[in-house]
């Protein structure tokens, strides 16, 4: 069964450094998805991107953030400044629609030392 | 904004009874209601959709159901196994919206 994947599965990082998460969606999606997970704590939305660009995105996706699809099947994640803040679980995820069922990938477990 | 919650943080139950989590939300209803399963270190995993036109939905021994009178949705597990322990969250979907807006989560334990 097709699946996400995502690497790596877990990045340590000084503050202060740029990290890249990636990600490969399942490969006839076309909505592509980045929540994060800190420890104890709910799944929060961070963008969405379609048609090559960000659908929408919430409060915590600042300017430090951003994503790029840099070829056909990769999804990327980019933290210009990490914080330790930053440190939590990152999931992408994939749909085939919009209102379809959003399927995650295993998540790069984030700390920021 | 939408608010979401499970009713309790922890659900203990004996193998092979039925498993009843809750998931009820403020506000508008959503288009769209999911339940997925999360193990500790591991990423969320699909389990039901049922849509704002829905009232239940079944798949093997998992039953959803979706009232929006009540704002609410429940989500059943019969014959629990204790391979059925995990940590299971209600996610809501609103109308022109892409993200998924997560409860907290129900840890279910299922002893043996």
């Known amino acids: 069964e097709p699946e996400v994947t995502q690497t790596p599965s877990h990045q340590v990082t000084q503050m202060g450094q740029e990290v890249i998460l990636r990600c490969v969606p399942i490969?006839?999606?076309?909505?592509f998805y980045w929540y994060r997970q800190i420890l104890g704590q709910k799944v929060e939305f961070l963008v969405s991107?379609?048609?090559?660009?960000?659908?929408?995105k919430s409060e915590i996706f600042d300017d430090q953030f951003s994503v790029e699809r840099p070829d056909g099947s990769n999804f990327t994640l980019k933290i210009r400044s990490t914080k330790l803040e930053d440190s939590a679980m990152y999931f992408c995820?994939?749909?085939?629609?919009?209102?379809?069922?959003?399927?995650f990938g295993p998540g790069t477990r984030l700390t920021v030392l | 904004s939408q608010k979401i919650e499970q009713n309790s943080e922890a659900l203990n139950i004996q193998e092979g009874k039925t498993a009843t989590l809750t998931c009820n939300y403020t506000?508008?209803?959503?288009?769209?209601l999911q339940w997925y399963r999360q193990d500790p270190g591991r990423g969320p995993v699909f389990l039901l959709l049922i849509r704002e036109n829905e009232k239940e939905k079944r798949k093997e021994r998992l039953k959803v159901t979706f009232d929006t009178t009540l704002k609410q949705s429940l989500f059943h597990i019969t014959a629990s196994q204790p391979a059925d322990s995990a940590t299971y969250l209600c996610a809501l979907q609103m109308d022109s919206s892409y993200k998924l807006i997560f409860g907290s989560g129900t840890r279910l334990l299922v002893r043996p």
């Open positions: 991107f379609y048609n090559n660009e960000i659908s929408e």
């Open positions: 506000n508008y209803s959503p288009a769209y």
């Open positions: 995820a994939s749909s085939g629609l919009a209102t379809d069922t959003q399927y």
């Open positions: 490969s006839n999606h076309l909505y």
